[in-house]
């Protein structure tokens, strides 16, 4: 699941696609999922997204395409999640 998750990313992944993909409950998968990886597997999609986020970022690309690029709908939910995750907004993290 895990290698799934890697290779789909910026897609629109929905936990019940990804329980009848593993063959199992919604609730079997965030147990299983939580006990391998340490999270749920929605909040490591997030992080996931935001790892590869970070290094677009760094190779200069805009905001508002990094988020699309990372299966984000839109510049505001990158910045929701980025923000949540790393303490600080996109635009902030690459000023320091």
Known sequence: MRDFIHAHFDEVLQLAALAALAGCSKATLIDGFKAHFGLPPTRYLIQVRIDEARRLLRRGQQVAEVAV???FADQSHLTRH???VLGVTPARYLSV
Do not use: D, E, P
């Open 69 to 71: 690029a990372v299966g």
């Open 82 to 84: 980025f923000k949540a």
